[in-house]
């Protein structure tokens, strides 16, 4: 794996290889803090682009919705600011040596797994979209405060962004990718699909409500409770399982404060609280994922020893908004067998820090060993390489973006998960309908995230 060790990765990992299982992590000074939008980013990334030109540097010049777009508001759907560009060129299986370098081992395995089907069109890169102020403030904040706690899997004096913007160790990393700052909330209907080899195809369909304390300018940590996010899912598909009704609440500890859960079962019509999961739980459409690999990596972090690896150019899935054309339907993503339709994919070349997890000795997980590739300017995880405790590299997921231009965040789309020894693979958030989710609605309340309200929702 060639990788990029500029400054900024050579200071840090000399702190790294001290190991992740300090109690606390040093915060950086306010010196290094004071590059933040300067030479780095407000997010921490590297401004500058990389020495051939097709990374270019961060530019920030759109905070909201592009001069050229013209986007309806919440709960429209997000135009695609680069309509008008045209691939570069297609990673295909017969020349896919030309571009190894630049490809993570799991694409290159999809590639080599579906010769004749699996392709990537690679797009211009680009850099053009700058988070809200708020975020940026709180970034800043954090950089000068976080700590890391528990052993190094829970974070103290963080709050609203990604914790370590100038991260020192595998630890701080991860907590930059699950901590990010995301939407304040979130209501929309998904859809789960599963794929397999044999072109046999089951589907749910659940309508999620998310209310992110973490993200929400109501809540700091003096009265968040420890909450990271309340959740209440709704099942409406298939008809075995309409009317389940699940609602709790994800912590920012996931160590000390595992996450909490009720559900309501109708025919039962009781509420009952929902045995304690995560980790390896299996989940969704035909338990095809687990827990803590909902974008990728979610959940408690301390079955792992965690390290960075290093930081890389690759061609990843990048501002995929074509996926949620109106006019694209389910049946036409889903076309392919063992991946979705790539016509409908975008990939461009950008920096991403490699992380690498390891199970435990003694601890109990179906991944033995991870390898997440976190966005530089985002910290969202965008590809993961998953091993089973054999070895055998086993599924390897992706996760599209868009940038949502009503909250000025990024915001995840397609969640794909590949089972390279099955064929088979699953997608979740899909769209139902094609109705976009509305970001940040007024009107939620941590009340409607209560047993005693999903009481009330299970009797109507």
Do not use: C
């Amino acid at each position: 794996m060639s990788m990029i060790t500029p400054t900024l990765f050579r200071t840090t990992l000399a702190v790294a290889l001290l190991g992740s299982s300090l109690t606390i992590q040093a915060k950086v000074s306010e010196s290094e803090a004071a590059r933040l939008d300067q030479d780095l980013t407000p997010m921490g990334a590297e401004k500058a682009g990389n020495a051939d030109g097709s990374i270019p540097a961060w530019s920030g010049k759109w905070r909201g919705t592009p001069p050229h777009v013209k986007f309806g508001g919440a709960g429209s759907a997000y135009p695609d600011p680069y309509a008008d560009e045209k691939p570069l060129f297609v990673i295909t299986a017969q020349n896919m040596e030309q571009y190894a370098e630049n490809l993570s081992d799991g694409e290159k395995a999809l590639l080599k797994r579906y010769p004749d089907t699996f392709k990537m069109p690679v797009y211009p890169s680009h850099r053009d979209f700058r988070l809200d102020a708020k975020m940026e403030e709180a970034i800043k904040k954090n950089a000068l405060q976080a700590e890391l706690s528990s052993d190094g899997y829970g974070t103290n004096n963080a709050w609203g962004a990604s914790p370590f913007p100038i991260p020192k160790s595998g630890n701080e990393l991860i907590f930059n990718h699950t901590m990010q700052g995301r939407a304040a909330t979130e209501e929309a209907t998904y859809v789960q699909a599963v794929n397999y080899a044999d072109g046999n195809k089951v589907f749910e369909k659940v309508n999620y409500k998310i209310y992110s304390i973490w993200s929400s300018a109501d809540h700091d940590l003096s009265n968040s409770e420890g909450i990271l996010s309340h959740f209440l899912l709704t099942n409406l598909e298939p008809v075995r399982k309409k009317g389940e009704i699940i609602v709790g609440h994800e912590y920012i500890n996931a160590v000390t404060q595992p996450r909490q859960a009720w559900q309501y079962t109708p025919g039962q019509r009781r509420v009952r609280r929902a045995p304690t999961v995560g980790y390896d739980s299996p989940t969704g459409a035909g338990g095809f994922r687990v827990y803590d690999e909902d974008r990728l990596f979610n959940g408690a972090t301390d079955r792992y020893d965690w390290k960075i690896v290093g930081k890389k150019e690759v061609y990843i899935p990048y501002n995929n908004y074509k996926i949620d054309d109106p006019s694209v339907s389910q049946a036409q993503l889903l076309s392919s067998t063992g991946h979705i339709n790539p016509e409908y994919m975008r990939y461009e070349k950008h920096r991403v820090w490699v992380l690498e997890a390891k199970l435990k000795p003694g601890a109990r997980h179906i991944y033995a060993k991870r390898v997440l590739y976190l966005d530089e300017d985002s910290w969202a995880a965008t590809l993961a390489d998953n091993y089973d405790s054999r070895g055998q590299f086993w599924r390897t997921n992706m996760q599209t973006s868009i940038y949502a231009y009503d909250m000025q965040r990024f915001h995840a789309r397609l969640g794909m998960y590949h089972d390279l020894i099955a064929g088979s693979y699953m997608v979740d958030r899909l769209l139902d309908e094609q109705k976009p989710a509305l970001l940040n609605a007024s009107g939620f309340n941590s009340s409607d995230f209560t047993p005693g309200n999903l009481r009330k929702l299970g009797t109507r």
